[in-house]
């Protein structure tokens, strides 16, 4: 061991000490995992969200993300470790089984997509005809013309995490902190170097042909937060500050109010009277922002999430950058869970 990794080690231990063992305790994570159902010729499952794991729109656990393909398993907020793998385990369990009334289908295990259709092809998600359920159908709608289809099918794991006790004030610190070192997360746990190639059909890309229809980036980590990956040309102008929740929430404020002309050009509704989209703006809500990690509160009915953030402050923090984990059954194991709790507490 270096001096360098000496020293490093011994600020990361003082710093632990530094934090009682209340709070250690104290610490919560949760787990949204997103997998796409594929059939057993590796192809996307064009089939609708299962009726037997219940409605989309309603269920706390097993929803949809960007398309009815697309399931998203989601954990409470646990102390223990072991206990959000286990949870996560069962909701899989009741997944796979009401997938089996659905003929062949599978969760794709790859955070980058099977086999894919035309990209008009990709059914979204569906909610039904309330006012709710309509709204994120045309949000996915516009997330569709802005970015593609395609792109959306992208899966991974988001962690939410927090630690008692912790100000607005100290998670902005720790959201700078895991924005300077996020690039050793995913050098660690990247684990997408390789798609099919419908994903990139008609794109520009320097992958290579591996076998089948899979081209591959030779040392390559993680497609899925590369170039190829979740990438927006339009939200690279948009310049989010780390500084302060009253910073963070004027930048999302302008993007969320600011019209851009590229989606003024797509239009809010089709010449037949249907919505493209919920808004021109940058982004038509905050969910929209592709950020790496994300400062979050819970929400009341009705709420806007920027809102609640600013009404009463960061009561937790999304990380949404870690690949699913293609060798592990539930897309993460419990030691990368702690590598992740100790990673942030650093």
Same mark, same amino acid.
């Given at each position: ?81 072991? @206990? !959000? ?7 899989? *369990?009741?997944? =796979?089984?009401? +997938?089996? #009334?659905?003929?062949?289908? /599978? ?86 170097? @390789? !798609? ?7 794109? *520009?890309?320097? =992958?290579?042909? +591996?076998? #089948?229809?899979?081209?591959? /980036? ?102 949404? +950058? ?25």
């Amino acid at each position: 061991m270096n001096e360098i990794q000496a020293a490093t080690g011994a600020l990361l231990e003082e710093r632990l000490k530094a934090v009682s063992r209340d709070r250690l305790l104290g610490m919560r994570r949760g787990v949204e995992k997103e997998s796409l159902r594929a059939q057993a010729s590796g192809g996307l499952a064009l089939t609708p969200h299962p009726a037997a794991l219940g409605s989309a729109l309603t269920h706390p656990h097993v929803t949809t993300d960007f398309s009815e393909s697309q399931v998203e398993l989601v954990t409470g907020a646990l102390q223990d470790v072991d @206990a !959000v793998v286990h949870e996560l385990t069962q909701l899989h *369990q009741i997944t =796979l089984r009401a +997938l089996q #009334g659905q003929g062949d289908e /599978m969760l794709w295990a790859s955070s980058m997509p099977c086999g894919l259709p035309t990209d008009e092809t990709i059914p979204i998600g569906r909610y039904g005809s309330s006012n709710v359920g309509r709204a994120k159908s045309v949000y996915r709608m516009g997330l569709g013309h802005r970015y593609g289809r395609r792109m959306q099918t992208i899966s991974g794991i988001h962690y939410n995490w927090s630690m008692p006790g912790v100000s607005s004030e100290a998670y902005f610190s720790l959201i700078r902190n895991f924005r300077r070192h996020a690039f050793l997360l995913l050098y660690l746990f990247g684990a997408s170097p @390789a !798609v099919c190639s419908s994903f990139v059909a008609g794109r *520009q890309h320097q =992958l290579q042909p +591996l076998a #089948g229809s899979t081209m591959y /980036m030779p040392h390559g980590t993680s497609l899925r937060m590369g170039r190829l990956g979740y990438q927006s040309d339009a939200q690279a102008s948009l310049k989010v500050s780390y500084n302060s929740l009253d910073g963070y929430g004027a930048s999302l404020q302008d993007a969320l109010t600011r019209s851009y002309p590229a989606y003024e050009a797509i239009g809010i509704q089709n010449p037949g009277g249907d919505y493209n989209q919920l808004a021109t703006s940058l982004l038509q809500i905050e969910n929209e922002f592709y950020g790496t990690i994300r400062p979050k509160r819970v929400i009341f009915p009705g709420e806007r999430p920027l809102h609640a953030l600013r009404e009463r402050g960061v009561e937790y923090i999304e990380v949404r +950058l870690m690949d699913l984990d293609p060798f592990v059954p539930v897309g993460i194991e419990a030691q990368t869970m702690r590598f992740i709790d100790i990673f942030l507490l650093h």
